[in-house]
């Protein structure tokens, strides 16, 4: 649970320690506005996303399920940046087990709305994927600026990060790999 009072304080410091006023008129109110966001923009920390996951059951389908360009918005754990982009998941039914696509893409928000890395993001979603289906296989790319590259640091704009993680048969078997990466590149 996200405690807005304590996070309110922490802001009010903050402005005070960055050299500006609380209480000069744009800023008397942005710390509570500040605590209203964090309760949004962190609402992943505690949860468990592979609880999302409702396994249904399919009519024998066992071939790449596939959501591209599923956007996300996350912070950087480092520097309390955000850095947003998109993720590609891909799994492969087993047993008959199928889910909404709609939950997956909800794995993705969810594991996002916490501090983060992107490959501990990347990762992360595999795993839910995989604790809750027992696919074949998971496949999951992630490609996303960080604005701790662009706004500060080394300063390039543009410059995009993009990790991979691969489970069961899209590691074990290249060509499998090969047709989900022609699948999210469009061809």
């Known amino acids: 649970m ?4 304590k996070i309110a304080e922490a802001i009010r410091l ?5 050299g500006d006023d609380p209480n000069r008129e744009g800023l008397i109110e942005t710390p509570e506005r500040v605590a209203d966001m964090c309760e949004e923009i962190f609402a992943g920390i505690g949860r468990d996303s592979h609880t999302e996951i409702k396994v249904l059951k399919s009519e024998k389908y066992d071939e790449i399920v596939l959501i591209k360009d599923i956007p996300f918005y996350s912070m950087c754990e480092h520097h309390l940046l955000p850095f947003s982009g998109v993720a590609h998941v891909a799994y492969i039914p087993q047993g008959n087990r199928v889910t909404g696509i ?3 893409a909800r794995v993705v928000e969810i594991e996002a709305k916490r501090p983060q890395v992107q490959e501990r993001l990347t990762t992360d979603i595999a795993e839910s994927i995989m604790k809750a289906l027992h696919p074949k296989g998971v496949l999951v790319i992630i490609e996303a600026e960080h604005l701790c590259m662009t706004m500060r640091g080394i300063k390039k704009p543009g410059a995009r990060v993009k990790t991979s993680v691969v489970r069961g048969i899209f590691r074990e078997n290249p060509a499998t790999r090969a047709e989900a990466l022609m699948l999210i590149k469009g061809h």
């Open 102 to 104: 709609s939950k997956l």
């Open 14 to 18: 903050f402005l005070e320690g960055i």
């Open 2 to 5: 996200v405690d807005k009072k």
